[in-house]
């Protein structure tokens, strides 16, 4: 059951780490202006993206580790709640990759 919980609170700091880059790459977004130059915006516009990158490595990792807690609690034979908890984290956050 440890590997169950240490992959659950793998999973929240992924969270956590998506939420912080997506409100960096928007922060980054709304500071554009339209006093800027095409190369500030081309700057901001890279620095975005680079977050949302780290957002889909996030993720992708709280994704795999949703996944192994979900493994790890089928093998210490969990109670089947628990399965439809973990399942439903990994339906959220598979659909926010689509």
């Known amino acids: 059951?440890?590997?169950?919980?240490?992959?659950?609170?793998?999973?929240?700091?992924?969270l956590g780490t998506c939420e912080?880059?997506?409100?960096e790459s928007l922060t980054t977004l709304r500071s554009?202006?339209?006093q800027m130059s095409?190369?500030?915006?081309?700057?901001?516009?890279?620095?975005?993206l680079n977050k949302l990158d780290e957002v889909r490595s996030a993720v992708d990792a709280a994704l795999a580790t949703t996944d192994d807690a979900r493994q790890a609690?089928?093998?210490?034979?969990?109670p089947e709640?628990?399965?439809?908890m973990?399942?439903?984290?990994m339906d959220a956050i598979g659909g926010v990759c689509r």
């Open 73 to 78: 609690a089928e093998q210490a034979g969990t």
């Open 38 to 48: 095409r190369p500030e915006v081309a700057d901001h516009l890279g620095q975005a």
């Open 1 to 14: 059951m440890q590997g169950a919980c240490d992959a659950v609170e793998a999973t929240i700091a992924s």
């Open 20 to 23: 912080d880059a997506t409100d």
């Open 86 to 89: 973990l399942q439903g984290v």
């Open 81 to 84: 709640r628990l399965m439809q």
């Open 32 to 34: 554009i202006t339209e």
